[in-house]
């Protein structure tokens, strides 16, 4: 079974840190654009930060307290969760094209 806690703990203790959510991808993804295994790493533990949310597990809450932003609720977590995912993985497909050998 994925630990999903560590990784998510991870990037919202280190990346998001109170940072702004594009702030904090940007800098996961001047790592992950080099490194397919932190990138697969940062999806398979966002993903199961949502799909914990969804199964009610409320150390999703406390996983996401270590960066300074604050939810209230699984719904409110999901919602954060979903949101980071979307920026996440638009800013690492835009780093990942840029450096296509195609453009």
Request: negative net charge.
């Amino acid at each position: 079974m994925f630990d999903w806690k560590t990784p998510l703990s991870a990037i919202f203790g280190g990346a998001i840190n109170q940072e702004p959510l594009e702030d904090a991808a940007d800098l996961m993804v001047s790592v992950s654009a080099r490194d397919p295994g932190y990138h697969s790493e940062n999806l398979a533990a966002l993903q199961a930060g949502i799909q914990a949310c969804d199964n009610g597990s409320t150390d999703v809450i406390s996983v996401i307290h270590k960066s300074g932003y604050r939810v209230s609720s699984l719904e409110e977590a999901k919602e954060l969760l979903v949101e980071f995912l979307g920026i996440y993985e638009e800013k690492y497909r835009q780093a990942i094209e840029s450096n296509s050998p195609l453009h």
